[in-house]
């Protein structure tokens, strides 16, 4: 292989897929919804955690002399991974580790800590996921506590109620990531670390693999209803170079339904094209043979 590209489509039924600070789903200033790279690689590197793979940007804490937990530091995360990082730790040696880590193989790192200055571009770079459902509405669902305010408890005030809170959500949207594969990023590595083979089919092969599981995998009580529902992947065997793909779907809100025709013409001849759907919930109208996502 030495380029891919492709497409992942996540569904959000009643539920918010990718929050700003404020609660609500993340939109940019126009108001179009959208939802950050950060917020697919983290139910991805959730899931490769989970199966016991070496994942090195994924919060952990520590405990403190107090009894209190802390999020650990980057140096803290890797040594709870490798051993200890000291000043001469050859960087030859960090870097090897560093690649030993599926998430960092897949998305790269920046990795600053004293004595060490290492910066991998990722092979894997996903972009931003646009919502292209045109009827979105964002819903606030009020929540009553079965608990009162305990600061008024604290000072006196009369409660004689308990709290509120509030959830926000859309009653649906579809999310379209575009992203590509560019192996060639790693080449100057093979020259550094012994039997390094850089990015390889295999290592693609399981970033396809979590692409298209790993979100309906992560349920937690806000991401409950955001599903995996598109997958396409397109690779080469020669220099390639391909847009973002996800711009070129065209999708029909009232029939559900994705059309590729557009990115057809892109890809031409002479690539591995696979595409999944949820042939239950997704219309996909397409001249490639479309395969169940589950």
């Given at each position: ?10 569904r959000?039924i009643m539920s ?6 404020t ?5 940019t ?8 790279d950060?917020?697919l ?14 994942v090195m ?10 009894g ?8 803290e ?7 200890e990082l000291?000043k ?8 090897k ?30 972009g ?9 509405n964002v819903?606030i669902?009020?929540?009553l506590?079965?608990?009162s305010?305990?600061?008024k ?7 004689n ?11 649906e ?10 192996p060639?990023?790693?080449?100057e ?5 012994d039997?390094?083979?850089g ?22 009580n ?18 390639k ?11 029909d ?37 479309v395969?169940?996502?589950?």
């Amino acid at each position: 292989m030495k380029r891919a590209y492709g497409v992942i489509g996540v569904r959000a039924i009643m539920s918010n897929w990718n929050a700003d600070f404020t609660g609500r789903p993340k939109s940019t200033s126009e108001g179009e919804i959208f939802g950050s790279d950060k917020a697919l690689k983290y139910p991805m590197k959730r899931m490769w955690a989970d199966e016991g793979k070496k994942v090195m940007y994924l919060k952990s804490y520590i405990e403190e002399k107090d009894g209190s937990k802390r999020p650990k530091t980057l140096k803290e995360r890797y040594e709870e991974l490798f051993g200890e990082l000291g000043k001469k730790t050859p960087a030859k040696e960090v870097l090897k580790n560093l690649f030993d880590c599926i998430d960092i193989k897949n998305f790269g790192a920046t990795f600053a800590e004293e004595g060490q200055n290492i910066s991998i571009t990722g092979a894997v770079q996903i972009g931003q996921g646009f919502n292209k459902f045109t009827n979105t509405n964002v819903e606030i669902q009020d929540i009553l506590s079965p608990f009162s305010d305990g600061k008024k408890v604290k000072s006196g005030e009369d409660v004689n109620q308990s709290t509120l809170g509030t959830k926000i959500m859309v009653d649906e949207a579809h999310y379209f990531y575009g992203f590509s594969v560019n192996p060639r990023n790693y080449d100057e590595y093979k020259d550094i670390l012994d039997d390094f083979a850089g990015y390889t089919d295999e290592d693609f092969a399981e970033f396809k693999r979590v692409a298209k599981q790993a979100v309906t995998r992560f349920a937690t009580n806000s991401k409950y209803g955001c599903d995996n529902e598109f997958a396409l992947f397109v690779e080469y065997e020669s220099e390639k170079y391909l847009p973002d793909l996800s711009e070129y779907i065209k999708f029909d809100s009232k029939n559900r339904e994705v059309e590729l025709s557009i990115i057809e013409e892109l890809v031409g001849d002479g690539a591995k094209v696979e595409v999944f759907a949820d042939p239950y919930k997704l219309k996909v109208k397409t001249k490639w043979e479309v395969k169940s996502i589950f």
